[in-house]
């Protein structure tokens, strides 16, 4: 009779369903990882919203990518890991032979092999990502800490790709998970970080990871001249990142910036999504456009030690737990937004929730 486990399986749209299925075994390469903690989030939550996600998977699929936890077993052919090893296994692994990665590209390469199934009792670790995306944790760092690897991987490749430095001024447009990650990252680095936020909720937590500034929507007439005055004689930021995917604020980010700047639109608008930018602003400006998608196994490694260093703040990062079997009431809650300023991202914890 096969073991079986508990697991969160979307089925569709808005349908996240526990089941019991069958507990993964490790073939060659491969290895099965007990889950200690994963992580909720915005790329999640648009899948559930959606029902699929042409890249990751379609349903009926195992759900869920953030995670941390302990090798219980290793497939023929794994040296570098052992049972009893705390790791974090990426959510992707780039295959390092295809024209992309070739030239540097590995967030786009042609075969990007993705892994999903975060939220059950145990994963499956898929042999590429157990060789090149899998991380050893020390001890000292709980598993809700250092699930936030992946997430903070790709902020870390959006603030590579913008060339910020220290002392430079940087507008970040947009207070979720993903813009707050970004704030930090970016004052972590010695930039001047000027947030751009919706709710009066967002004001409080987007000082706490770095930002200097906050702005309101709703407290001022202009957000593009309010942005600019903050700046160095009011020029424009030296970088701009685009954290919401709406046209609106793209727009923004372009009239934010200063001449010669740089503009990231790191936001993931939905397929068909068309913007009308100034033109006459972008040539006769020398401004630069650029969007960052995804992550690298190098920015996954830089984004492990800002975690492991204690530089980066996870504790004030995760703000709720659950255990496994509220999962599916979660995604529900986060499509409505709370206004709590400690809304950020949940640990779901399949041994039952910790405290």
């Known amino acids: 009779m096969t073991a079986e486990m508990t697991a969160a399986v979307l089925y569709g749209k808005e349908d996240l369903r526990l089941e ?25 939550l648009k899948v559930y919203r959606r029902g699929y996600h042409a890249a990751m998977g379609k349903p009926p699929m ?22 009893g090893d705390r790791v974090v296994p ?37 042999a590429r990502i157990v060789e090149k995306n899998t991380l050893l944790i020390p001890d000292c760092i709980p598993f809700e800490h250092a699930a936030l690897t992946e997430p903070l991987a790709c902020a870390v490749r959006g603030f590579e790709e913008s060339g910020a430095k220290a002392g430079d001024t940087m507008i970040v447009i947009g207070a979720g998970p993903l813009g707050l990650m970004l704030m ?42 309010a942005a600019r005055t903050l700046t160095p004689s009011a020029r424009g930021a030296d970088v701009v990142i685009e954290a919401v995917a709406v046209p609106e604020t793209w727009e923004w980010a372009v009239d934010m910036v200063r001449k010669g ?47 492991t260093s204690g530089r980066f703040k996870c504790a004030e990062y995760i703000t709720g737990r659950v255990g496994l079997e509220e999962i599916s009431k979660v995604f529900p809650r986060m499509m409505v937004r709370s206004g709590s300023v400690r809304d950020i991202k949940t640990a779901v914890f399949p041994g039952g929730r910790l405290v």
Not at 20 to 44: F, H, M, N, S, Y
Not at 205 to 218: K, S
Not at 261 to 287: A, E, M
Request: glycine share 10%; charged share 20%.
């Open 20 to 44: 019991q299925v069958a507990i993964p075994e490790a073939c060659k390469g491969e290895i099965i990882v007990q889950v200690g903690a994963a992580l909720t989030c915005g790329t999640d």
């Open 62 to 83: 195992l759900f869920g990518h953030e995670v941390a936890g302990t090798v219980v077993e290793v497939g023929d052919t794994v040296s570098k890991f052992h049972v």
């Open 90 to 126: 990426l959510n992707s692994a780039p295959c390092d032979v295809c024209f992309f990665c070739r030239h540097g590209q590995q967030n786009l390469c042609e075969d990007l092999l993705f892994n999903n199934g975060a939220y059950a009792e145990y994963l499956r670790v898929p």
């Open 184 to 225: 930090h990252v970016a004052e972590l680095a010695g930039v001047s970080v000027i947030a751009v936020v919706k709710r009066a909720d967002q004001v409080e937590v987007a000082r706490i990871f770095g930002a200097r500034d906050v702005l309101r929507l709703d407290q001022v007439g202009d957000i593009v001249l």
């Open 261 to 307: 700047g740089v503009v990231n639109f790191f936001g993931g608008p939905p397929s068909g999504t068309k913007v009308q930018l100034d033109t006459n602003r972008l040539h006769y400006g020398d401004i630069t456009l650029k969007a960052s998608f995804h992550h690298t196994p190098a920015t996954c490694r830089t984004a492990f030690d800002l975690v």
